[in-house]
Nanobody, 115 residues
Framework: QVQLVESGGGLVQAGGSLRLSCAAS????????MGWYRQPPGKQRELVAS???????NYADSVKGRFTISRDNSKNTVYLQMNSLKPEDTAVYYC?????????WGQGTQVTVSS
């Protein structure tokens, strides 16, 4: 049973920084792709960033230059460093992983950016 445990959300002022972490466990297969989606209030879930096991990254245009995704393969953990946060970054952030073409999700962590 794949499990994803997130941490690091919270309340921050605009211009501030937060770091999210997500640890994956429970699979004998590689967590080839890991990343983050977010769901702002009243909106659909959207991809924020992803990273493969060999380090290839992908970012939403809205976060490029402000957010950095990284991972520690030895710990099956993915990180999202969020800098220069804006009120529009307010959302529930969900960690995900792709294992043999199946998505698994974390429980979500709230990020609130005040203006």
């Amino acid at each position: 049973q794949v499990q994803l445990v997130e941490s690091g959300g919270g309340l921050v002022q605009a211009g501030g920084s937060l770091r999210l972490s997500c640890a994956a466990s429970g699979s004998i297969f590689s967590f080839n792709v890991m990343g983050w989606y977010r769901q702002p209030p009243g909106k659909q879930r959207e991809l924020v960033a992803s990273i493969t096991s060999d380090g290839a990254t992908n970012y939403a245009d809205s976060v490029k230059g402000r957010f950095t995704i990284s991972r520690d393969n030895s710990k099956n953990t993915v990180y999202l460093q969020m800098n220069s946060l804006k009120p529009e970054d307010t959302a529930v952030y969900y960690c995900y992983t792709l294992v043999i073409s199946r998505f698994y999700w974390g429980q979500g962590t709230q990020v609130t950016v005040s203006s």
